[in-house]
Nanobody
Framework: QVQVVESGGGLVEPGGSLRLSCAASGSIFRISEMGWYRQAPGKPRELVATITRSGSADLVNSVKGRFTISRDNAKNTVYLQMNSLKPEDAAVYYC?????????WGQGTQVTVSS
């Protein structure tokens, strides 16, 4: 089993920045892809960014140029640096870790963007 725990959410003004962290623990052998998803009230969960074990990253167009995903394999941790936040970025952000074609999800961390 893999446990996934997110942290770093909070309240930020438009234009501000936040850094989310996601740590995987437990049976973490060969965790491959890790990623961030988000879900706003009344909307389906959507992909934000993914990163492979080798560091190949992919971000959705709406966050490109503002968000950066990175990964520390030694710590089994993935980060999401969010800059120039907009009100439409507000959501619960979830981390996912993939191991042998099984996906493990965290409980989510709330990001609120408001003045």
């Amino acid at each position: 089993q893999v446990q996934v725990v997110e942290s770093g959410g909070g309240l930020v003004e438009p234009g501000g920045s936040l850094r989310l962290s996601c740590a995987a623990s437990g049976s973490i052998f060969r965790i491959s892809e890790m990623g961030w998803y988000r879900q706003a009230p009344g909307k389906p969960r959507e992909l934000v960014a993914t990163i492979t074990r080798s560091g190949s990253a992919d971000l959705v167009n709406s966050v490109k140029g503002r968000f950066t995903i990175s990964r520390d394999n030694a710590k089994n941790t993935v980060y999401l640096q969010m800059n120039s936040l907009k009100p439409e970025d507000a959501a619960v952000y979830y981390c996912k870790a993939r191991q042998f074609n099984l996906d493990y999800w965290g409980q989510g961390t709330q990001v609120t963007v408001s003045s």
